[in-house]
């Protein structure tokens, strides 16, 4: 049961490295709130004890929340807040409602054209001075297996079918609104979709239910496709991605996301030739993004409208 509080809060800390900037947002457009912030390292339990609201992606790095009533993530996922434990039930817990779609379908479309094109391929033989005569094919008419339809996995469809592609979706309902997909099926189906895929593209959130949903016996089940995850690492089993990209599982993969981050320097997935990764930022959270968002679920609480649309699920995890 979410808590409905009895006033609202005034307090507001914002965990962030652009916090100034935040902070500044929200000062313009409302005056009478009182906001400190600090990256996330640097909150202290003086700043938790004195706000009511926490505004952030991340958790601070105190044993308790002190006396914040209300968090508000400011990222397209939940799951910091969520484990390895999960915050009190008796702190409101809200989501941004920014749309991280169109800037996670360019990072998806961008290393599918990557692979496609062989530009690491080419970049490499740049480098050596040498004219590698080849045939590059064309993205269109290859096959993509969006693995989330949401708001991201919609933006993910729409953008590659755009140059051509056929995409089909996966979803925990196997229903989605999107006209983008060529079908929609329930993720019980993935055993017997990935090894039709020449991209199979993840904006899972991490939940109890997607937890390593691509284990090593799905990746096993894939035939050269390319794997690109910007969800959450946990929704693949790490520890199998080398063998699937040496076994011919996977052709490549573009990893956004990872079990541990940042990725240790010691992962075998930063020297893999067929591996592209860059450092969870394929959605960045926008200064306005989180303002609105933030001033929204304010508006609502303020307003008595609770639970707010963007209240999370504490069941489902989003």
Same mark, same amino acid.
């Given at each position: 049961?979410?808590?409905?509080?009895?006033?609202?809060?005034?307090?507001?800390?914002?965990?962030?490295?652009?916090?100034?900037?935040?902070?500044?947002?929200? *000062?313009?457009? *409302?005056?009478?709130?009182?906001?400190?912030? $600090?990256? /996330?390292? =640097?909150?202290?339990?003086?700043?938790?004890?004195?706000? #009511?609201v926490?505004?952030?992606?991340?958790? %601070?790095?105190?044993?308790?929340?002190?006396?914040?009533?209300?968090?508000?993530?400011?990222?397209?996922?939940?799951?910091?807040?969520?484990?390895?434990?999960?915050?009190?039930?008796?702190? !409101?817990?809200? *989501?941004?409602?920014?749309?991280?779609?169109?800037?996670?379908a #360019?990072?998806?479309?961008?290393?599918?054209?990557?692979?496609?094109?062989?530009?690491?391929?080419?970049?490499? $033989?740049?480098?050596?001075?040498?004219?590698? $005569?080849?045939?590059?094919?064309? !993205?269109?008419?290859?096959?993509?297996? $969006?693995?989330?339809?949401?708001?991201?996995?919609?933006?993910?469809?729409r953008?590659?079918?755009?140059?051509? @592609?056929?995409?089909?979706?996966?979803?925990?309902?196997?229903?989605?609104? #999107?006209?983008?997909?060529r079908?929609?099926?329930?993720?019980?189906?993935?055993?017997?979709?990935v090894?039709?895929? &020449?991209?199979?593209?993840?904006?899972?959130?991490?939940?109890?239910?997607?937890?390593?949903?691509? =284990?090593?016996?799905?990746?096993?089940?894939c035939?050269?496709?390319? !794997?690109?995850?910007?969800?959450?690492?946990? /929704? /693949? #089993?790490?520890?199998a991605?080398?063998?699937?990209?040496?076994?011919?599982?996977?052709s490549?993969?573009?990893?956004? /996301?990872?079990?541990?981050? %940042? !990725? %240790?320097?010691t992962?075998?997935?930063?020297?893999?030739? *067929?591996?592209?990764?860059?450092?969870?930022? =394929?959605?960045?959270?926008?200064? &306005?993004?989180?303002?609105?968002?933030?001033?929204? @679920?304010?508006?609502?609480?303020?307003?008595?409208?609770?639970?707010?649309?963007?209240?999370?699920?504490?069941?489902?995890?989003?």
């Amino acid at each position: 049961m979410t808590l409905a509080l009895p006033f609202a809060p005034r307090r507001v800390v914002i965990g962030a490295n652009a916090h100034a900037e935040l902070a500044a947002w929200l *000062r313009a457009r *409302r005056p009478e709130l009182e906001v400190r912030g $600090a990256p /996330v390292p =640097s909150i202290s339990a003086d700043d938790l004890a004195w706000g #009511e609201v926490y505004v952030g992606f991340r958790r %601070p790095q105190t044993p308790t929340l002190g006396n914040i009533r209300w968090v508000h993530c400011t990222g397209a996922g939940v799951d910091a807040w969520m484990a390895p434990v999960e915050i009190s039930r008796e702190v !409101l817990l809200t *989501r941004t409602p920014e749309s991280f779609g169109p800037a996670i379908a #360019e990072w998806a479309l961008s290393r599918a054209l990557c692979f496609r094109l062989e530009v690491m391929s080419l970049a490499q $033989a740049q480098a050596a001075r040498e004219w590698k $005569a080849r045939e590059i094919p064309m !993205l269109a008419g290859t096959k993509v297996l $969006a693995v989330g339809t949401g708001d991201v996995g919609s933006a993910v469809a729409r953008a590659f079918r755009g140059l051509g @592609c056929e995409v089909t979706g996966v979803s925990r309902t196997g229903r989605t609104n #999107e006209p983008a997909f060529r079908a929609v099926y329930p993720v019980a189906a993935l055993p017997h979709l990935v090894g039709e895929a &020449d991209w199979i593209v993840l904006t899972l959130p991490s939940t109890p239910a997607t937890y390593h949903l691509f =284990s090593r016996d799905i990746l096993s089940r894939c035939r050269g496709a390319v !794997l690109l995850n910007a969800g959450r690492g946990a /929704v /693949v #089993e790490e520890s199998a991605l080398p063998e699937a990209l040496d076994a011919g599982w996977l052709s490549g993969a573009a990893l956004d /996301v990872f079990e541990v981050e %940042p !990725l %240790p320097t010691t992962s075998p997935l930063w020297n893999h030739p *067929r591996v592209m990764i860059s450092p969870h930022a =394929s959605g960045p959270t926008t200064t &306005d993004g989180a303002g609105l968002g933030f001033l929204e @679920c304010l508006g609502d609480l303020e307003a008595g409208r609770l639970p707010s649309r963007w209240v999370v699920d504490r069941e489902r995890g989003y």
